[in-house]
């Protein structure tokens, strides 16, 4: 049996080239202040750890957000936020207003905090996966957020995301280098997900 020795827990490193983003994911993209903190809180009630695993948001130099094995932590990278930002923005701004963009931003970083906890968690409990790895904590992370939110922001956690991957989608990504990448294509995924939120709500989706 797993003992409970250990906690997920957030850092939020200091950048300099972005000084704002520290503080703007701690305010919760100015939608929730404190809504990481609150959603790790969460999971540390749920699920039992045999060591303390951290959870980064950290200046990468690279759009990413990865799970570490051997060092055993979570990164999600200020280029990362930014970029999602950036693609709710160009969606939503004009339309939506900046409020909905900064909502949509902290829901698809949100479905990306959980993508990265499933990594976490395949490695720590050895747990045994059908398919591709990415795909699995794909669909964890739209289960947790499908089952267990508030409401809808669950639903609105996986239709963002699937938009983000839908949007990302270019014909790019039909050169043979991108069907041995460990990812389904973008559009395999906002597939899946669109899946999901439609088969675990028809009525919202």
Known sequence: KIQDNGDFYIVYVPSDNYSDYEAWVKDGMSVSPGYFD???DWINEVLRLPYD???FFYECGMTNA??????KEIVICYELV??????NYWAYNESAGIE???YYTLNVVDYVLFHEVGHAL????DLPITGL?????DQFSAYINAEFSVGTE???VIRSAAFIYEISHTEDELQASYFADTHSLSLQRFYNLACWAYGSDPIYN
């Not at 930014?82 to 693609?87: F, L, P, V």
């Not at 790895?133 to 904590?137: I, M």
Request: without cysteine; aromatic residues 16%.
């Open 38 to 40: 609150r959603t790790v």
């Open 53 to 55: 695993v951290p959870i």
């Open 66 to 71: 990865y799970y570490d094995p051997n060092a």
């Open 82 to 87: 930014e970029d999602y930002y950036s693609k």
């Open 100 to 102: 909905n963009v900064n």
């Open 122 to 125: 395949v490695d720590i409990y």
């Open 133 to 137: 790895e990415e795909d699995v904590v």
């Open 154 to 156: 669950g639903q609105d």
